[in-house]
């Protein structure tokens, strides 16, 4: 054994030695040749190939490759080994590949193949390709150096089997403040949602730690190469729930090699597309009031604000409010430019109803009036005596510009300020289409309060959008190619219907874990929800169960925790066998708790690689205080992660348990795990199975007297 291991070792130093020397050949050939900046187009596209080609291998030598693959296809005579890596490269001297491209159909075998010596095939663009694997190798090559060779799977000998060995290697690394890369151990399960085909609104529903967020990005890099003649990177968007976990995923697409994808959270698009006409309420007093502890907390029912303003049936109520409008714009007069000239009023309305009926509303509002500026023009022009005609010019303008005036032109937001308003105009929109829809009272009444200082709540951006879309339509060129949706679970069915007009040909990833749905007061309690907006045929349901982040001890009480809430969990993770310290569930008296936090800091900063620790509080109030406590005793460094944070540093850091969504540290402590803060109720046990999933190595939990029902018993 030890000697195969020695011999793949020296085999493969010898492999990457002459695969870097040929490498750099090729750079330094392709470096000598001067960059071409004239104006002939086939010269042009020579020297993009060329650039292209610069680029890949600049990026590729310091590690060329991570896997290698020996694959003989049947009519072969013998195995050819396939080196897998971030870039493909070609030989200097042929179109033959140094190295496949991991996102290439070949190298789909490389994650697809999970063992056994039944034949295996892939899908390439001339069909299925089939034959036999004889060898699945990793290879951990970092600046050119190689540190580690693992075979997973070998045909040759009986003692080798697939194992999880490499992937257990690299999940027991210690992480930094950036979530990274994955493409040397995509999972088969994560394999088949990357490689999925474009034009499918995709919807995962998986367990903490399953490697959505990872996943998705990927997907992103995927489409690029499979499809770089539909889709553009600046048109594909990313919609995370905020700043900080942008900031948290940022490496990961230029480790991969692409770039420009936009990053955005839903309000930051959606005030940017509303030209900022109107601004947010406060949305860290918003957080406070929801996760709140105690019985003050409001219902996160259908009742809520953002469940109501969120659903499909009040996109329909807005739509037949614009239906309204639409059918009483149009003034009812007849248009007379001047005594004795009359535009009849069912010809402006055949204008607007049949001629511009596919326009979008305001569109068609400017089409209607300058079809009747041209139409008065053109009687003017009938009209022979000369200071008449002035007087009439005079005339024609005055009044097209007071009938423009009672047919109303409105902004998104003085439209939907109006359908709040308890005024004559609004009951009479109310009556002509509300389809039966009743506002509840209170939440009339706190958009129209909001309103008057030109405010709203996040819920209330989709409709705004609509509602601009409705008027102004939405440019071809400005629609996506692709949307991904992270965190989707917190997402309304009326954003996502919404961003579903902007994304051409419903290509979607829509991610998220209903047992981590800590914001329900907004967000889905069913898939259905979203699948439902998209036909049968044009979706795909994924559920990924394996948790990769957290030791199998950490998944294993999380998974108590949700068990022992009052409903049943959705689906339990199952952790990938890795083995850690038990979870500790410690009492400590109020007094003594500073101090053993700040014991415990130092003994995660004692260790060789400290990596990240995040202290996780229930509330944002009790964040501030113990941030505070911890550095007047001293403790040093310590980030406190506040609502509206930008960026996310590592390190240590304080915040509360609902703004650690996403995120994960090396070590978790979680204070205050008591029948107070977390009672034995289904949100509670969301917010701490939260909290307990972002430990990839260490958790512990403390109380003052008596542990939570939901961690104990
Ligand atoms: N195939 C894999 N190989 C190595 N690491 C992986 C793999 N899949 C996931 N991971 C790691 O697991 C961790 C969790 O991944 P990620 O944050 O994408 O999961 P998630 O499902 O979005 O999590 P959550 O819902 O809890 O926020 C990351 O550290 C990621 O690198």
Redesign the pocket.
Known sequence: METALHQAYQEELAHLEQTIREMEDHLARLEAVPRYTGQDVSEQVLESIRETKRRNLAQATPEPYFGRLDFQEEGKPEPTPMYIGKFGVEKADSPELLVIDWRAPAASLFYSFTGGRDAASYESPDGTVAGLVYLKRNLVIRKQILQRVVDTFDRESDAMAVTDEF?LY??GEN?DNK????V????AE?DAIIRAGKNDALVIQ????????????HRLAFLLYQYRDQVKAEKMIIFAPNRMFLDY?SGVLPELGVGHIQQTTFTDWALELLEDEVSLADSGERLNRWFQVGADRPAADDTAPGRFKGSIRYMHWIDSMLRAYEAQAVPTEPFSPWEGKKLPAAIVKQWYDVENKHEPLMKRRERVLARMKRWAEMELDKVWEVHLRKEYKKKLTTRLREYGKRWTAYSPFAFYKELFQPEAEAAALVRAGSDGLAIPEPIREQTRLLAKKKMVQPEDLAPLLYIRERFHGIPGDHRFDHTVI??AQDFSPFQVALLSHHTKNGSFTI???LS?GIHAYQGIHRWEELLDLFAPEQRGFFT?N????STTEIIQFANSVLQRAPEEPPALAVPVFRSGDEVELEQVPGAALVPRLVEEIARFRAKQEAGTLAILTRTESGSTVLHEALLQAGCGQVHRISSGQQHYEGGVSVLPVYMA????FDTVLIVDVDPVHYERTTWDAKLLY?GC??A?HELKLFYETEPSPLAFG
């Not at 979530?179 to 994955?182: E, F, P, T």
């Not at 394996?546 to 982040?549: D, T």
Request: no cysteine; aromatic share 2%.
């Open positions: 992937l690299r999940l992480k979530l990274r890369d994955i040397s151990t995509i999972q994560q998986g367990v903490a730690g399953s490697g959505k967020t990872t996943v998705a990005l995923i992270d965190e991610l998220g874990d981590q990924l394996r948790s990769y982040r969504k996403g995120l994960e939260v999933t972002r990839l």
